[in-house]
């Protein structure tokens, strides 16, 4: 039996990297899934790429107005909704003029990586509990980092707003299960993963490779992570084998969070 089947899924920030793979592998196991994103060519592409499963719609995150939309949408066509997974976000570098850093930082660049990646799953987990309730239960899975759990002296925008999404995910998922609404929300906190979001620090050539091999030697596993690795967290988040299992922060980094200073040789 396919893990998700007649299960109805959004996936933000679902046009590439992190969240192209959670569709990918919700599809495989029987999901209908809402791809959104602000790159409407790349999601319109992918979702027909996808098939009859998948569907695309255009959902800038940090818009309550455009949340409201999709809202309508997917309580006329779906009936509600059974998954969320708030995959959108930006570090700023590639997004703002910067810099991040905490005495230099410029206000407007930090308050827009807040807008995205805390107010967007904010407004995400606000508008998913009703649809979730129609459905009579259903599961948040909100995309954190490493960088929502230790603090990175160059990207405090960045830290500062995943480390919210990490304490919110807990304040979502006790109020539903005061509720009794049987609405699971969970943080998965991915690192090293090759997405496209590294591209601003890695460079180019030669110079990628060296950033490449030192980064590779912090991490106690020894390499990179994939999408993939990260889509399999959520796909086990999002099935019924979860449903004794909310407020938790899963970290998907290949043991850096366990002390990269043991890393075997």
Known sequence: MKRL???????TGAARGIGESIARIF?????RVILSDIRDEMGKTLA???GEMACYTHLDVKNEGEWKL?????????????????NAGITGFLETKGP????NLDMESFEEVVRVNLNGTVLGCKYAIPLMKRKGSGSIINISSRSGLVGIPGAAAYAASKAAVRNHTKSVAL?????????RCNSIHPAAIMTPMWDAMLGDGEIR?????NVEAGIPLGHFGNPEDVAFAALYLA???SRYVTGIELNVDGGILAGSEARPE
């Open 48 to 50: 027909r790429e996808l």
């Open 239 to 241: 099935s019924d084998e």
């Open 5 to 11: 089947h007649n299960k109805t899924a959004l996936i």
């Open 175 to 183: 109020l539903c299960a005061e509720k009794r609404y049987n609405i």
């Open 100 to 103: 991040f850093d905490a005495e």
């Open 209 to 213: 490779k060296k950033i490449i091999k």
């Open 70 to 86: 999709v809202y309508e949408k997917l309580l006329l066509e779906f009936g509600g909704l059974d998954i969320l997974v708030n």
């Open 27 to 31: 599809l495989q196991k029987g999901a």
